[in-house]
């Protein structure tokens, strides 16, 4: 069975600094890997997917992440946060072509002036 | 634009009440499901459908119902909610056809509260 785990709960950084959000998937072929964002009383946002090809893969609002097979990891990075940045994360890991996904716990992501 | 809508988007109800969620999407998408977020333990699966005949459990289906009563339609029913049914519900959808983007699209959620 696929699972995802995101080991940080909360994470504080100040603005401009940089960010890594940590995700661990466990899954037995090569995965479909999804990063969405929450902000707070929204639904979820993609920011970036992972399907094949190049493992480091570009999304919206200048995030990228980087798929490691080796590491079972696809951590995601923001080089200087905003105060927008604010939210909660989720990793999530797909099936059936990324159509059946399983998240992570999630990463609340709080942005210090 | 294209969206998906869900109503309520808050309620509170009663132990025992049934309640109906409901979702609707403009995007022409095939596949819709529900999924339940709870703190801590992100989204998990609920039910899903990948065409109106088609109805799949997913991971905690007990409970809950559900009816997709077009392509465009997919509700989920509490036939008896409980306390620990409280959680925010989420609605997406996804488009199967060859060459779709294969993320999912989601409603922007139904806080479910049951005393």
């Known amino acids: 069975a696929q699972s995802v785990t995101q080991p940080d709960i909360h994470i504080t950084v100040s603005e401009g600094a940089s960010l890594e959000l940590r995700c661990n998937y466990s899954?037995?072929?090569?995965?479909?890997l999804f990063w969405y964002v929450q902000s707070p009383g929204q639904g979820l946002q993609l920011l970036l997917k992972?399907?094949?090809?190049?493992?480091l893969v570009q999304g919206i609002k200048g995030f990228e992440a980087e798929f490691k097979r080796s590491q079972s990891s696809f951590n995601l990075r923001k080089p200087s946060v905003h105060w927008s940045d604010a939210a909660e994360y989720f990793c999530?890991?797909?099936?059936?072509?990324?159509?059946?996904?399983?998240f992570g716990g999630g990463t609340r992501l709080m942005v210090k002036p | 634009d294209a969206d998906v809508t869900q109503t309520p988007r808050n309620r509170i109800t009663k132990t025992g009440k049934r309640i109906m969620l409901e979702c609707s999407q403009t995007?022409?998408?095939?596949?819709m499901y529900w999924y339940r977020q709870d703190p801590g333990l992100g989204l998990r699966l609920i039910y899903y459908?990948?065409?109106?005949?088609?109805?799949n459990k997913g991971e905690i289906s007990d409970g809950y119902s559900v009816s997709r009563q077009a392509q465009a339609k997919f509700s989920l029913s509490l036939e008896s909610a409980i306390p620990n049914q409280t959680a925010l519900y989420f609605c997406?959808?996804?488009?199967?056809?060859?060459?779709?983007?294969?993320?999912?699209?989601f409603g922007p959620g139904t806080r479910l509260t049951v005393l």
């Open positions: 997406a959808t996804s488009d199967s056809r060859q060459g779709a983007s294969h993320e999912q699209f």
């Open positions: 899954y037995g072929a090569t995965p479909y």
């Open positions: 992972y399907f094949s090809g190049d493992t």
């Open positions: 999530a890991v797909g099936s059936n072509a990324g159509n059946m996904l399983t």
């Open positions: 995007k022409g998408h095939d596949r």
């Open positions: 459908s990948f065409d109106v005949k088609d109805i």
